[in-house]
C-alpha cells in the first residue's frame, strides 16, 4: 500500500532557528513529491519536486529529494513566528492521484 | 480574484440530519476535490471529479455523496449514514494537463455534529 510519513508529527522552535521537516515515502509509479503550508485553513502550495538533487529554493525555504532514498527534506531557515503552521507533503502517482502524510505541526516561539 | 470558495464555513446539525457544504471555483480547472481532515491524519480524499458530469469515489466515500453538474461547482453533501462527519472539509481544484497535480484549496467548512 502506498503511503506517506512525515516527521516530527511537531516540532516547537524559538525565532532564529533553522528546522528541517523530512517526508518520507513508499509510492508505486512515482511522479511528483510536492510540500504544501497550511497557517490556519487553506493549505498553500510551496514545492513541486521531481528529480533528485536538484533544490528548489523560495527565500528562507528549500526542499530537496532523494529517489534513491525515498525521502524529501523542507528546509527553513531564520525562522520567524509566521513559520508556524502545519506542513504537508504529498506524493503524486502517475495517475495523478496525490497520497498525503500526516503533516509536521510547526510552532515559532518568539 | 480566482480562487475557490467554500461555505458555510462553520455548520453546526444534529445527528441524522443530511447537509451539503457548497464549493464553487473560477479558476476555469477541470478536476474537483473533496478532502476530510481530522487532526494528526493525512488529507483523506472523499470524492473527485474530473469533468462535467463525472465524478469518482475516493478512500473515504462511504456515507457521502457529491454531484457535478456545472465546472464551477461540486457540492458535497454529508449525509446521515456517515458515522463520524464532524470533521474539517477542504475542497480543492487544479488543472494538470500533463504537469504535476497542483491544487488550489479553499478555506474549508467545519461541520460539527451535535
Known amino acids: 500500500e502506498d503511503k506517506v510519513v512525515q516527521s516530527p508529527l511537531s516540532l516547537v522552535v524559538h525565532e532564529g532557528d533553522t528546522v528541517t521537516l523530512n517526508c518520507s515515502y513508499e509510492?508505486?509509479?512515482?511522479?511528483?513529491l510536492l510540500w504544501y503550508k497550511q497557517e490556519k485553513k487553506a493549505p498553500t502550495f510551496l514545492f513541486m519536486l521531481?528529480?533528485s538533487g536538484i533544490e528548489k529554493k523560495s527565500g528562507r525555504l528549500s526542499s530537496i529529494l532523494d529517489k534513491k532514498e525515498l525521502f524529501s527534506i523542507l528546509n527553513i531557515t531564520a525562522t520567524q513566528t509566521g513559520d508556524s503552521a502545519i506542513y504537508l507533503c504529498?506524493?503524486?502517482?502517475?495517475?495523478?492521484?496525490?497520497?498525503w502524510g500526516a503533516g509536521t505541526k510547526l510552532i515559532i516561539k518568539p | 480574484d480566482g480562487g475557490i470558495t467554500q461555505s458555510p464555513k462553520y455548520l453546526f446539525r444534529k445527528e441524522g440530519q443530511n447537509v451539503t457544504l457548497s464549493c464553487e471555483q473560477n479558476l476555469n480547472h477541470d478536476a474537483m476535490y473533496w478532502y476530510r481532515q481530522d487532526p494528526g491524519q493525512g488529507l483523506r480524499l472523499i470524492y473527485y471529479?474530473?469533468?462535467?458530469?463525472?465524478?469518482q469515489k475516493g478512500d473515504i466515500a462511504e456515507g457521502y455523496s457529491v454531484s457535478r453538474e456545472k465546472k464551477e461547482s461540486f457540492p458535497l453533501t454529508v449525509t446521515s449514514a456517515q458515522k463520524n462527519p464532524t470533521a474539517f472539509y477542504l475542497c480543492?481544484?487544479?488543472?494538470?494537463?500533463?504537469?504535476?497535480?497542483?491544487?488550489?484549496f479553499g478555506a474549508g467548512s467545519r461541520l460539527t455534529v451535535l
Open positions: 509510492v508505486t509509479n512515482f511522479r511528483s
Open positions: 471529479s474530473q469533468i462535467v458530469n463525472d465524478f
Open positions: 480543492a481544484s487544479s488543472t494538470h494537463r500533463g504537469g504535476a497535480n497542483v491544487l488550489t
Open positions: 521531481t528529480s
Open positions: 504529498a506524493v503524486e502517482d502517475s495517475n495523478y492521484q496525490l497520497i
